[in-house]
Structure formats: structure tokens, C-alpha cells
Nanobody, 115 residues
Framework: QVQVVESGGGLVQPGGSLRLSCLAS????????MGWYRQAPGKEREMVGI???????GYADSVKGRFTISKDNAKNTVYLQMDSLKPEDTAVYYCYILSNGYNYWGQGTQVTVSN
């Protein structure tokens, strides 16, 4: 079994920054793509960004130029650096990791952008 745990959420003012982390642990034999989704109240879950096993990146148009995904393969960790945050970025952020051929999701971490 693989466990995925996010951390780093919180309350930040508009224009501020946050860095989310996501650690995968357990019986990991391989890791493929890793990424972040988010879900705002009353809305469907949407993709924020993805990083492939080879390091190829993809972002939602709404976060391009503001958010950056990176990873540390040795630590089985993926990061989401969020800059120039806007109130519309408020959501629960979920990490997923493709491991051993299955997608594993974290429990989510709340990000609130507000004065």
C-alpha cells in the first residue's frame, strides 16, 4: 500500500505565496506522473499541474506563470510553489501520485487566499 500526504496549506493574503509538499511512502516500486488538483466549494475538481516521470510539466491556464511544480525523486516528494495568489485560488488542493501502476490521492490541504 502507498500513502500520500500533503502539507503546507494555510491562509495567505492576495499576492502572497505558499509552497505545498506531497510525500509518498509505503511499498513503492515505481513512480510515474505526479500532480496537483484542486476543488473549490461548489465546483468540480480541476487539474492544477502535472509533472511526468521524465520531468515534463503541464499546467492549467489559470495558474501558468504563477505556480511551479517540482519534485525530488529521492524523497518521493512533489512540490507546488504558488506565487501571486488570488482569492480564486482558494480551494482544497489534492496531490496524486502514480505508483506501481495505480493513482494514489492525498487527503487534501486547504488553501485560503483572503484579506
Amino acid at each position: 500500500q502507498v500513502q500520500v500526504v500533503e502539507s503546507g496549506g494555510g491562509l495567505v493574503q492576495p499576492g502572497g505565496s505558499l509552497r505545498l509538499s506531497c510525500l509518498a511512502s509505503g511499498r513503492i516500486f515505481s513512480i510515474g506522473a505526479m500532480g496537483w488538483y484542486r476543488q473549490a466549494p461548489g465546483k468540480e475538481r480541476e487539474m492544477v499541474g502535472i509533472i511526468s516521470s521524465g520531468g515534463r510539466l503541464g499546467y492549467a491556464d489559470s495558474v501558468k506563470g504563477r505556480f511551479t511544480i517540482s519534485k525530488d525523486n529521492a524523497k518521493n516528494t512533489v512540490y507546488l510553489q504558488m506565487d501571486s495568489l488570488k482569492p480564486e485560488d482558494t480551494a482544497v488542493y489534492y496531490c496524486y501520485i502514480l505508483s506501481n501502476g495505480y493513482n494514489y490521492w492525498g487527503q487534501g490541504t486547504q488553501v485560503t487566499v483572503s484579506n
